[in-house]
């Protein structure tokens, strides 16, 4: 069984910056892709960021440029730096993996990112 569980996440001012880390547990299987996603109260989940195995990236328009994503692949763990943060940032932002050997969907429960004005 995999489990991922995030953290980093907090209560900080707009402009300012929050570093979130996704990291695996339990049965670890081979990752192509992890990435991260948020969803506000009332909103649908949305993408943030991707990465996969050989270090590819992609970011919603809204991030680009203020938010990096970056893993490790031996440890499969994920990491996103968040700059410039803005009030609109405020979400839940989830982990996503995805399993090589069976393509299976993996999350873990979320962080809150608060920005305040």
């Known amino acids: 069984q995999v489990q991922l569980v995030e953290s980093g996440g907090g209560l900080v001012q707009a402009g300012g910056s929050l570093r979130l880390s996704c990291a695996a547990s339990?049965?670890?299987?081979?990752?192509?892709?992890m990435g991260w996603y948020r969803q506000a109260p009332g909103k649908q989940r949305e993408l943030v960021a991707t990465?996969?195995?050989?270090?590819?990236?992609n970011y919603a328009d809204s991030v680009k440029g203020r938010f990096t994503i970056s893993r490790e692949n031996t440890k499969n763990t994920a990491y996103l730096q968040m700059n410039s943060l803005k009030p609109e940032d405020t979400c839940v932002y989830y982990c996503n993996a995805r399993a090589i050997n069976n393509g299976r969907d993996y999350w873990g429960p979320g962080t809150q990112v608060t920005v305040s004005s």
């Open positions: 339990g049965t670890i299987f081979r990752f192509n892709v």
């Open positions: 990465i996969t195995t050989g270090g590819s990236t």
